[in-house]
């Protein structure tokens, strides 16, 4: 192979997150007594996944569509909003989390009264807000959870430095908590809820 190919080769060659699953979701500020809230949803106990938890709007990207018109498209349907309700702002960085799942958020004001909404019952049993400024001054409480790795017999393991004593790295994760009355807002909702919150909170040092 020449230097002319390896050099083509990359330059046709796209980065992509073809393996990895995308989902993307909307972090909604919607005004409440004249100020800023982040509204939740609790999600429907007859789903299949994660019944009953708090989450913010959002699912899987369908192939080939736009990660930002998924968030959108998402929020639109589990709050059942006209288009014009929801007025995109921006996107934070994308959070990879384990079993190859990368998220996208973006903020989205929500231009629709809160009494006023109706979200789908099939996708959300219930709707809360918390004050944008509450959330300003709280610190989220953080654990650290540690992933083990685990080698089948069958590895080569005389094909490594060390062999059955290598000394494989551990990878942890941080787990977020919120607690809001009697809400406790957890996982990956809470990190992205912190997140934003860092972001205005640099803005406004």
């Not at 046709?12 to 005004?31: E, G, N, R, V």
Request: proline share 7%; with cysteine.
């Amino acid at each position: 192979m020449k230097k002319t190919d390896i050099v083509e080769a990359l330059e046709t060659h796209s980065c992509t997150t073809a393996d990895a699953k995308l989902y993307a979701i909307t972090i909604p500020l919607i005004k409440r007594d004249g100020a800023y809230h982040l509204l939740f949803e609790v999600r429907a106990e007859t789903l299949r996944r994660q019944p009953n938890e708090i989450c913010f709007p959002g699912g899987k990207v369908e192939k080939d569509e736009p990660i930002q018109k998924a968030a959108f498209r998402e929020t639109m349907e589990e709050l059942r909003l006209p288009a014009d309700a929801i007025e995109m702002i921006h996107s934070l960085i994308p959070i990879t989390i384990p079993h190859n799942i990368m998220v996208f958020p973006y903020v989205a004001f929500i231009n629709t009264p809160f009494e006023d909404l109706n979200p789908n019952p099939d996708e959300v049993q219930e709707l809360f807000t918390v004050p944008l400024e509450y959330l300003l001054h709280v610190k989220p409480e953080k654990h650290t959870i540690y992933s083990q790795v685990v080698v089948p017999d069958d590895f080569p393991f005389e094909k490594i430095q060390n062999g059955r004593n290598y000394n494989w790295n551990q990878s942890d994760y941080h787990v977020y908590f919120f607690e809001y009355e009697h809400r406790i807002i957890w996982g990956i909702t809470a990190r992205i809820t912190s997140e934003f919150i860092n972001v205005m909170n640099k803005h406004q040092a």
